[in-house]
C-alpha cells in the first residue's frame, strides 16, 4: 500500500465518459507506488496552474550517449525542496519496437514486469516516433530496468541529434498493398546505424519512416528525413473475377464518381471490353460481360486510390520497389517541409536490393552530417544549399519525376550545360 | 572511466519473425485482398486462400501495466498471443477464426476497450506528453486526447464518415502530434518572458540566438549581466527558443492558447499530401476538458460528415468546395491571422481569378 | 532619294518567307531616308557581331519627366565619332492609344504623316504596355512631333518609375463574355493618374491592366500591379434554344469530355430536366428535350471554360463587376509574382462604381508610393511586408477568396485575435 | 527655368468612342454569342440581332508608315475606315456584312498579311525590341519573330491545334515578352565582364549593389579607382546589374545563349494561371534565322498538337501527362538546371509519391 493520494478534483473528471481512461491507470499504480502518487500530484498542479513544471538534464546509461529522456521536477517549497518529493526524477526510456510493432504477450509481460520493478508502471505503446516509452524512473534504477530490457533482446531508441527509431508499417505482415519487405528494410537500416542512433553526433535528428504503398500509413513523407514510399513500375494487376463481384456490389454510379472521376490523373476509362486498347501499358479489369475498367498506367502516378476502392480487383504490379523521398519535418525553423522524390524507383526484390538501400542510405546520413548546420534538418538543408547540390552529393541522378514543375525563374547558372547534355545523351545511348 | 561492474550493452535490433501471428509469417508477402465485416475489424485474404479477421480496439496508450496485462490476457483467450499496435496506439487481435470476432468484441468492450477505428471512421488522435512529461507544454496531451475522444466515442466505433479522420494534438508549437485532418495546437500569443537571472548560468546564448526563426533576439546585458533581450515587435510567439533556454518563458495559462488546424494529409491517395491549415484560434486552454476546443472540433467535422462525398479526405472536401464556403458550413471566422505571410506565402495566395461567391 | 544601302547580308535573309518583313519595310524607309538608311547597317552590325548598340540617355518633352526612350549609338570610330551618323540617335516616343486600340484610318495616316516628316516613319502597333511606339527619332525632333501628336487628342505614355500605359481588351465592344465596360475604367483611371505618368515620382513602375473577364485576353494576371479581371456574383444564365443547338452539332462525348470533364470544380452535372434542383444558387441549360446541364453556381469559380465552349448557350451573370488582384510583375528581383486577389468583387454597374474604382486605385498608388523601397514593385513590396499589412493600409477587409489555402504554419503573431473576432461578428450581426 | 516658346502639353486620356466602328458603339456591352465561320474571322452576335465579322491578320508590328496606310487603305475600302490592333499586333478589320468578308481576306493575302491567328491557331508571336532599339538586348526581337512565324506561317493561318498557343520571345532575361505557352529567353551564362575605366562615372554603385538578386556585388577599388568586383561563384548571370550599370557586360555573342520554356498561361479558363517553366537551354544565339530554336519550339508544338485532348492549353496538356513524358515526347533531355533552387523552390519539388513509369 502507498501512500495517501494528494486530492485531484481536475483530474478526477478525467475518469468519467466512455474513451479508456490514463487517469484510473495510474491510480491503480498509485494504490502501490508512493512514486506514482507523487505523480499524479504533479500533474495536478499543472492542471490546476495551467503550467508544465518538468525540465530536462542528464541521464544515461552505460554505454550509450542517449535515449533516456530525463525529467526533474520543479514544483519546489521555498527551501528548494520538490514538493512531490517521491515523483522528483521522472526519466523515460525509449526502446524501439519490433519492425510492425507485432508482440506477443510474453514479451510485453515481461516489459511490465520490469518496469513495475524499476519504474513507475506507465507505458506508452507508443511514442510519435513508434519508441516503446517507458516512462517514470529515477535516475538510479534507470541503468538497472535497461540492463533487463537489453537482456530481454531490445535495443534503446534515440533522442537528441542522431539517427532516430524507424518505424515500418503492418505490409507485407497483413497488407495486400505492400510492395516491398518493410520489416527487412528497416531492421537493416537501423542495424546500420545503431552507432549513429547510440551516440548522438549529427548536425540533429534524423529519421527513417517505411510504408509499403503510396497510401502512407506510416505518415512518413511528412515526418521522415528518409521515407521509404513502396510503389510499382509495371501495370496495375488485374482480377476479372473480383472486378465483377465489386462491380455488382457497386454499380456504375460509384464507379464513375468514386473511382474514375478521382482519379488524380484520368488514367482510367470505362470501355466496352472489345475496345480495350491492347497496348503494353494499359490493362483492364472486367466490370460484367460487356464491359471493362481501362488503366493506362502511363498515366497512372500510383496514387493507391483505385486500388483501395476495388481492392483485390485491382493489385499492385509484379515490379515491385520503392520511392525514395527525403526531407520531412516539422516546422522549425523554416515552416514544416515534405519529402521530396530523389529516387523515383529503387527496386526492392532481392537481398542485394535490401543491401543497396542500405548503402543510399548510409550515403545520405554521411552527406547531411557533413554538410548540415547545427540543428538543421535535411529538409532545410537541401532548401538551403539547393535540391541538385544534395543530388550530385550523394550521387544520384537527376530525374523530371523529382519535380511537380521546372523552375519559372531564370535565376540559374547553365555554363555547364553543354557538358550535361553530352553526359544524357551517352548514358541514353548506352542505355539503348 | 568506463566503471568495470557496468554491463555493456548488446547493440542490435531485432526482426519481427518471433512475433508475427502464424498466419501472417505463413502468408506474408501474399495477401490478396479484405473487407471490413463491420467496425473494427479487418478481414484480409490471402493468395493461398488463407484469412485472417483482424480486431482494432481503442487503448489510453499511456497505458499501466495492469492494462497491459488484461490486453496480454485477452490476446492469450482469443488471439494466440498475438497482438499488434497501430501507429495510432490502437491495439490490433489478430484471430484465424471467424467465430472468434464477436467473444473477443465482447470481451474488450466489457472491459472498456471501444472497438473500432477502421475505415471511414475517426480513429485515435495521434498523442503527445504534455504536462505529464514534457519540459516544455503550454498544455497537457493525455487529458486533451481523452476529453476529445469521449466527444468523438461514436464517430470511432462507427464508420460513418466520408473517408477516414484523422486527428491530432500537440502541446506545443513544434507539433510533434503530426499533420492531421483536425489537429490541435497550443499558439502562444505573446513574447516569452525573460528570467534574466538565469539566462547566463543555463543558455548557450549564441545557440538560443540561431534557433529564433525570426532573428528577435540578440545578447544583451541586464542589470549588468550577460542576458537576452527580444524584440517584441519581430517577435511571432513560437517559443522555439523555450527548450534551449528554459528562462525564456514562452507559456502562460492565459496567453497560450489553442489553434484548430485542419485538412493535412499524409497519404498520396487521389491528390498529393497536403500540411494543415489553420481555421481557428484563441481557443482557451481549458482543463481539464477543454470544451471550447472539442465543440469547434465537432463541428468541423459534423460540416464535413454531412456535405463531402465519398472517399472525400477533409482536404478534398475544401479543395471541392472552396475556403470561403469552408467557413461558411463550419460558421468559423476568417481572420486575418490565417494569410500566410511565412517564407513562401504567395504560394498560398490565390493568384487567379478563380474567385466564389 | 537617301544615300547609297549598306550591305545587308544578313538582315536580307529576313526578306524572305511568308510572314510580313519589318525589313522590308525599313527598305522601304531608307529609300528616302539616310536615317534609316544608317539604322540598316546599325542593326546589320549587330546581326554580325550579335551584340547590342545602343545606350539611354535623358531626352524629353517640355513639361514632361518621361515617356521618351532615349538612343544613342555606340557604334564609333576611334575618333568617337558614329559610324552610322544619320542613325546616331534613335529615340522612341511612347503614345497611349485609345481603350481597346480601336482607330479609324484618319487617325492612323496623321501618325504616319507625323512620324515621316519628324521620325524615321517606322511606328511599333503596339508595344507590349500597349503604347503606340513611334519608333527612331533625333534628340531635335521630338519636341516638335510630339507637339503635333498632342495636338492630336493624344497624350504621353508612361516610362520610368511612374504608372504606366494601361491596356483593355476589346471587350463591351465586342465581346460577349464582357462583365464591366473596360474601356471607361481604363479611361477613368489613366485621367486620375496622369500626373504619376507623366512625371516618374514612384518607387518604380505601376501598370493597370484591364479584362473583361477570366479569360484575361490583357495577361493582366501576370503583367499589371493591379489588374482589373471582370467577373459576376449570380447565377451563369442559360439560353436553351442554344443549349440544344450547342448539343445538338457536339453531343454527348464533347459534352463530357470537353465541357463537364473541364470544370476545375466540378460544378456541372447532366441532369434529366425534371432532376434539375431548383435551389437558388443553380442554373441549368437545356441540351435536349430530356436532358439539361445543370450548374452550382456555389461551386463556380468563373474561370469561363464552360462559357467559352457553349458560347451563347451559357451566359455571364447580370450581377457584374470585377476581380481586383494586385502585384503582377515580371522577375526582377525575388521572380515573377502574379496578382493576388485584393477585393473579390468590386460592383461595376453604375458610374459612382467607377468613380469607387479610381478611388480604390489611388489608394493603392498612395500607399505604393509611401511604402514601396526604391525599383521595388507592388509584388515585392507585399511579398516583404505580408498581404495583410498591404492590406490593412489601403483599408480593405480580409476574405477566404484572397487565398489558396490558409496558412499552414504557427508564424504568426495573434495576440488581437479576440478583437478580430468580435470586429467580424459585429459586421455580420449588423450585415444579417 | 520654363522656355516661353515651348508649348505646354495637353493632359488629357481620351475615350475611345469616336473610334469605335459603328456596329461596336450600337451594340456596346450588350453581345449575346459568336463563332468563327472560318481561321481568322470572328462572326459575333448581339442580342438585338445584329451582326459584325471582325477579320484578323497578321502584321510585323514594326511597320513602316507605308505599310500602315495600305492597311488603312484596305480599311477604307471594306471596313468603314475603322480597325483595331490585337494585344498581339494583329490588325482587325470589323465588317457589317458578311459578303465583304472574302473579298478583304483576298485583300489581305494579296498584300501579304496572313489572315488567321483565331481560335485553336498559333497567333503572332509577342514582341520587344532587341538590337533595333533597346540598350541592354542580348539577341534581336523583330528578327526572331520574323523567323519564328515563317516557320509557324501554317499554324496561324489554320486552326489545328488542341487549342490557342501563345508564343512570346525576349531579347533579355527581363522577359518584356512575357508569360507564354512557349516562350523564347536570352538565358546568359557567364558572369558580367566589368569594364572598370568606367564603373566610377556611370553607375551609381550601391544601386547596382542593391540591384543583384544572390548579392553577388560588393564595391571594391581596381586600379587605385572606386569599381566593383563580382564574386563569380555566386552570380547567377542574370543581367540584372546591366542595366544600371552598363560597364558590366552581361551580352556576349557566344555566352548568351537562348532557352525555351513552356506551359505559360493567363487565362484563368479550368486551370489557374501559370508560369511558364524552363525545359531547354543553351541554344546558340544564331541570327538571322535562329533556326536551333526554331526547330525545337516546332518539335513541342507538334507533340502538343498530337497529344493533346481538345481545349487544354499547354500547360494543361502537361499536367495531364507529366512532365517525364513531356519530356519523353519531345525527346528534349531534362537537365538538372531545371530542378528549382530560388526562393520557394519546395513547392515546385515533388512533394508526393506520385511518379509515372
Ligand atoms: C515523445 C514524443 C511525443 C509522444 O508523446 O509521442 C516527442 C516528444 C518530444 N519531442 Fe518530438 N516527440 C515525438 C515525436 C515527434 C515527431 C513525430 C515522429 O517522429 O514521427 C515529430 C515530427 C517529425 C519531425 O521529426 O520533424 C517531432 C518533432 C519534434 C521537434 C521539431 C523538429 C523539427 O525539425 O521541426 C522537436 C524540437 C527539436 O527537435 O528541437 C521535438 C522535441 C521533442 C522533445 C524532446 C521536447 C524538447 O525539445 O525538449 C519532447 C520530449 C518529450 C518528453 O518529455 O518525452 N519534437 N517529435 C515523440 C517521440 C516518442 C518516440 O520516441 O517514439
Ligand atoms: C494499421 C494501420 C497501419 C499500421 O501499421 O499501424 C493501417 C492499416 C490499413 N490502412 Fe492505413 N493504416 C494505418 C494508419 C494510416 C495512416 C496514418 C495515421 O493514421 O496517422 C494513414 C495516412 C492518413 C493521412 O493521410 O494523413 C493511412 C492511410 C490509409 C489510406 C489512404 C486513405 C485516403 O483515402 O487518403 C488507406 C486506403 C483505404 O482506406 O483503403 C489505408 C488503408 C489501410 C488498410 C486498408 C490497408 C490494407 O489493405 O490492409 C489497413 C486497414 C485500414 C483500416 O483501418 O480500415 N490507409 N493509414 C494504421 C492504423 C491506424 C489506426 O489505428 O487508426
Ligand atoms: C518596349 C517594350 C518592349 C516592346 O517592344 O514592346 C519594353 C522595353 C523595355 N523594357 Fe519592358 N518593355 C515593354 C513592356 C514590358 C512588359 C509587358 C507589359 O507591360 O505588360 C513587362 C512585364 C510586366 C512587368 O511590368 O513586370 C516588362 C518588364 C520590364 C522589366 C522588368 C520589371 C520587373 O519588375 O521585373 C524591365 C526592367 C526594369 O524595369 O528595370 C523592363 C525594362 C525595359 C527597358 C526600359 C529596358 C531598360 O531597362 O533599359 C526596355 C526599353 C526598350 C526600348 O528601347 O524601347 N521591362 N516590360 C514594352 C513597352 C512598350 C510600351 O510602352 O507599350
Ligand atoms: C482580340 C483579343 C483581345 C484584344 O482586345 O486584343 C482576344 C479576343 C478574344 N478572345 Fe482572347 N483575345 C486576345 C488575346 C488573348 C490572350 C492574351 C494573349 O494572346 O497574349 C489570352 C490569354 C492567353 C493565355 O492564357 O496566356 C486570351 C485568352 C482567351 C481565352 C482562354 C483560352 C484558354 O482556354 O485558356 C478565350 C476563350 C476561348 O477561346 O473561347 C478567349 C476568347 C476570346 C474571344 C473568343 C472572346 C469573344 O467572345 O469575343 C475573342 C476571339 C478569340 C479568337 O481569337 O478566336 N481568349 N486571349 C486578343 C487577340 C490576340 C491575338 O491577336 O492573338
Ligand atoms: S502503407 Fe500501404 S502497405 Fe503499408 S499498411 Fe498502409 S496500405 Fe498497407
Ligand atoms: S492508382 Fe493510378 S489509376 Fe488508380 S486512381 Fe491512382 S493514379 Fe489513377
Ligand atoms: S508537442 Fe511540444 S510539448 Fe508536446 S511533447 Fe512535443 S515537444 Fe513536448
Ligand atoms: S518566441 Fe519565437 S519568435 Fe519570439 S523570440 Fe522566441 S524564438 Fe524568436
Ligand atoms: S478578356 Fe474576356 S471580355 Fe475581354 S475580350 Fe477577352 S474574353 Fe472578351
Ligand atoms: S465557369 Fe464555373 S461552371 Fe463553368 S467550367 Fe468554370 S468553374 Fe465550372
Ligand atoms: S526583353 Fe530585355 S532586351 Fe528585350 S526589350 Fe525588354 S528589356 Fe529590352
Ligand atoms: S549578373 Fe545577376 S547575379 Fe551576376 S552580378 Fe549581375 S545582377 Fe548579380
Chains 1, 3 share one sequence.
Not at chain 1, 520493478?117 to 517507458?134: E, F, R, V
Not at chain 1, 528494410?185 to 504503398?213: E, M, T, W
Not at chain 2, 467473444?103 to 476497450?113: D, H, W, Y
Request: hydrophobic content about 35%; proline content about 5%; overall charge neutral.
Amino acid at each position: 500500500m502507498a501512500k495517501q493520494p494528494h486530492a485531484t478534483p481536475m483530474l478526477d473528471q478525467l475518469e468519467t465518459g466512455p474513451w479508456p481512461s490514463f487517469v484510473t491507470g495510474l491510480k491503480r499504480l498509485a494504490k502501490d507506488k508512493d512514486y506514482v502518487v507523487d505523480l499524479l500530484g504533479h500533474l495536478e498542479h499543472s492542471y490546476t496552474t495551467r503550467k508544465g513544471y518538468w525540465k530536462g538534464g542528464t541521464v544515461g546509461v552505460f554505454g550509450y550517449g542517449g535515449g533516456v529522456i530525463p525529467r526533474f521536477t520543479e514544483i519546489k517549497n521555498e527551501k528548494g525542496e520538490p514538493t512531490f518529493k517521491d515523483a522528483a526524477e521522472f526519466h523515460t526510456i525509449r526502446i524501439m519496437p519490433p519492425p510492425g510493432m507485432h508482440y506477443d504477450t510474453d514479451t510485453l509481460r515481461k516489459f511490465c514486469d520490469i518496469w513495475e520493478k524499476h519504474g513507475s508502471g506507465l507505458i506508452a505503446l507508443h511514442g510519435q516516433s513508434g519508441d516503446i516509452m517507458l516512462q517514470g524512473c529515477t535516475t538510479e534504477n534507470v541503468q538497472k530496468a535497461w540492463d533487463e530490457i537489453n537482456e530481454m533482446g531490445f535495443d534503446m531508441g534515440g533522442a537528441g541529434p542522431a539517427v532516430r527509431t524507424a518505424m515500418s508499417c503492418v505490409g507485407a505482415a497483413r497488407c495486400e498493398q505492400s510492395c516491398y519487405d518493410e520489416a527487412q528494410a528497416h531492421q537493416k537500416i537501423v542495424n546500420q546505424f545503431l552507432d549513429d542512433i547510440h551516440r548522438p553526433a549529427l548536425p540533429y535528428k534524423f529519421k527513417f519512416k517505411f510504408s509499403g504503398c503510396g497510401n502512407d500509413c506510416m505518415n512518413a513523407i511528412q515526418r521522415a528525413d528518409m521515407a521509404v514510399i513502396g510503389t510499382w513500375r509495371d501495370n496495375i494487376k488485374t482480377d476479372d473475377a473480383l472486378g465483377k463481384k465489386w462491380f455488382a456490389k457497386h454499380g456504375m454510379n460509384e464507379l464513375v464518381n468514386d473511382v474514375i472521376g478521382m482519379c488524380p490523373t484520368r488514367a482510367l476509362q470505362i470501355k466496352d471490353t472489345k475496345d480495350v486498347r491492347k497496348d503494353a501499358h494499359v490493362s483492364a479489369v472486367a466490370l460484367n460481360d460487356s464491359q471493362s475498367l481501362e488503366i493506362d498506367n502511363k498515366d497512372c502516378v500510383r496514387c493507391m486510390h483505385c486500388l483501395n476502392v476495388m481492392t483485390g480487383a485491382l493489385n499492385v504490379g509484379n515490379d515491385k520497389g520503392a520511392t525514395i523521398l527525403v526531407g520531412g519535418h516539422s516546422h522549425l525553423k523554416i515552416g514544416a517541409t515534405m519529402g521530396t522524390v530523389v529516387v523515383p524507383f529503387i527496386s526492392l526484390k532481392k537481398d542485394e536490393d535490401y543491401e543497396q538501400l542500405v548503402e543510399l542510405a548510409q550515403t545520405m546520413i554521411d552527406f547531411f552530417a557533413e554538410n548540415a548546420l547545427e540543428h538543421e534538418r535535411t529538409g532545410e538543408m537541401i532548401e538551403r544549399i539547393g535540391l541538385v547540390n544534395f543530388l550530385e552529393g550523394v550521387g544520384l541522378e537527376v530525374d523530371a519525376n523529382m519535380v511537380t514543375n521546372p523552375r519559372m525563374n531564370p535565376y540559374v547558372r547553365t555554363d555547364g550545360w553543354d557538358e550535361e547534355v553530352a553526359k544524357i545523351n551517352a548514358k541514353k545511348k548506352a542505355a539503348a | 572511466m568506463a566503471q568495470p561492474q557496468m554491463r555493456k550493452p548488446v547493440e542490435y535490433f531485432l526482426d519481427n519473425k518471433k512475433y508475427l501471428h502464424p498466419k501472417f509469417a505463413a502468408n506474408y508477402g501474399n495477401w490478396k485482398t479484405h473487407d471490413r465485416p463491420r467496425p473494427g475489424v479487418l478481414h484480409h485474404i490471402s493468395n493461398t486462400g488463407d484469412q485472417v479477421w483482424s480486431v482494432r480496439a481503442g487503448t489510453q496508450r499511456q497505458m499501466d501495466v495492469h492494462t497491459i496485462r488484461l490486453l496480454c490476457d485477452i490476446a492469450d483467450k482469443f488471439a494466440e498471443g498475438r497482438v499488434r499496435f497501430t501507429i495510432r496506439s490502437n491495439i490490433e487481435y489478430i484471430l484465424s477464426e471467424e467465430s472468434k470476432v464477436a467473444p473477443l468484441i465482447a470481451e474488450l468492450e466489457k472491459n472498456g476497450f471501444p472497438v473500432g477505428g477502421t475505415g471511414n471512421s475517426v480513429s485515435m488522435v495521434a498523442h503527445t506528453q504534455g504536462w505529464l512529461h514534457c519540459d516544455i507544454p503550454g498544455t497537457d496531451a493525455s487529458g486533451v486526447v481523452k476529453s476529445m475522444m469521449d466527444v468523438l466515442y461514436d464517430e470511432f466505433k462507427n464508420e460513418d464518415m466520408p473517408n477516414r479522420v484523422r486527428l491530432s494534438t500537440s502541446c506545443c508549437e513544434i507539433n510533434c502530434g503530426g499533420q492531421a485532418d483536425i489537429a490541435v495546437i497550443i499558439q502562444h500569443t505573446k513574447p516569452p518572458k525573460i528570467n534574466h537571472d538565469l539566462v547566463a548560468n543555463v543558455c548557450e546564448r549564441p545557440a538560443v540566438v540561431a534557433r529564433c526563426p525570426v532573428a528577435a533576439i540578440r545578447p544583451a546585458l541586464v542589470n549588468g549581466k550577460p542576458s537576452l533581450e527580444v524584440d517584441e515587435k519581430k517577435c511571432i510567439c513560437c517559443g522555439a527558443c523555450y527548450p534551449p533556454c528554459p528562462p525564456m518563458q514562452i507559456n502562460d495559462p492565459e496567453h497560450s492558447k489553442l489553434a484548430i488546424w485542419v485538412g493535412g494529409k499524409n497519404s498520396n491517395a487521389r491528390s498529393k499530401p497536403t500540411f494543415h491549415k489553420m481555421v481557428a484560434s484563441g481557443l482557451p486552454n481549458n482543463a481539464p476538458r477543454w470544451p471550447e476546443v472539442n465543440e469547434v472540433v465537432k463541428r468541423i467535422l459534423m460540416a464535413y460528415k454531412a456535405d463531402a462525398r465519398p472517399w472525400e479526405r477533409m482536404a478534398d472536401w475544401i479543395d471541392r468546395i472552396g475556403w470561403p464556403r469552408f467557413f461558411e458550413k463550419t460558421d468559423l471566422p476568417f481572420t486575418k491571422y490565417m494569410i500566410d505571410d511565412w517564407r513562401g506565402s504567395r504560394y498560398n495566395l490565390n493568384a487567379s481569378a478563380h474567385v466564389r461567391f
